[in-house]
Each structure stands twice: as C-alpha cells, then as structure tokens.
C-alpha cells in the first residue's frame, strides 16, 4: 500500500535559491520538490507538494490533507513564529506531522526560537538544509508503516 503525504511549504520558500544562498542553499524549491518524488518512491509513498506565501492557502491544504492524506511534512517558515491558526488547523489533523526547517532556527534571532507548530508536530527536523525534507520522508515512511 501507497501512503499519500502532503508536503506544505510556507512564505518566501518560492525563493530557495536566490534568497540567502549563505544559509539556505543554492537549490530551488523544484530542485527539493525533484528529491522529494524520488524519496518518496524509493519509500513506497505519494507526496502532493504545496507552497504559498498566504496563511489561508496553507491552513486550506491542512484542512484537506484530513480527508485524504496520511501524513503532513511542513516547513511553515515564517509562520511557525506567528500562527496560532496554522496550529488550530494541525490540531484537528490526526496523522503524523513532521515540522521541517532549512536552517536550525534555535541558532538564529531569538523571535525564531519559538515555533507554534513544534506544539503539534510529532517531530521536527531543522538545520539539514533541504535534506531535512528527505530524512522526513523516511522517518514519514516508518511513521505510516508502524
């Protein structure tokens, strides 16, 4: 059997790759989406790959993954500091989140230390660069299997 896993990827990750190549890496968001189809395949798992820079579109997206999706690997970006609805929303999923960071956040200003999601998630990946979103697949896999 094929577990479905939604990937959500929140503001600005439309710019991996351009944006602070220093910290965040010089692979765009296609690149990711492209290593995420493999790993997922390699794990026997689908993904739906998602990003916006709208809090509703993300909050949408979980609200869906509900009725059709196994898991949720999210990396809020921004959000993860601010938004109380994007939790409320992961509350009412009931499959495992795995919450993915780029950078590690608890090295970085102090506002980023504080994730709302992390409250939610079952576990949270930061500081791998984009290869956080394949360890989450994995780990996702073990996750779905068990």
Request: proline share 3%; net charge neutral.
């Amino acid at each position: 059997m094929s577990w479905l896993i939604n990937i959500i990827n929140g503001p600005n990750l439309n710019f991996l790759g351009k944006r602070e190549p220093e910290l965040y890496g010089k692979k765009t968001l296609k690149d990711v989406e492209k290593s995420c189809l493999e790993t997922a395949k390699d794990n026997n798992l689908k993904i739906k790959f998602f990003q916006s820079n709208a809090e509703h579109d993300l909050i949408d997206w979980i609200h869906s993954s509900r009725e059709e999706a196994n898991g949720i690997i999210i990396n809020p970006a921004a959000f993860s500091h601010t938004s109380i609805a994007i939790l409320d929303a992961l509350t009412l999923f009931e499959g495992p989140i795995i919450e993915v960071h780029i950078s590690n956040i608890h090295k970085r200003e102090n506002f980023r230390h504080h994730s709302y999601v992390s409250q939610k998630a079952t576990a949270v990946i930061a500081g791998f660069g984009i290869d956080g979103y394949n360890i989450a697949i994995r780990k996702m896999a073990d996750l779905c299997s068990s």
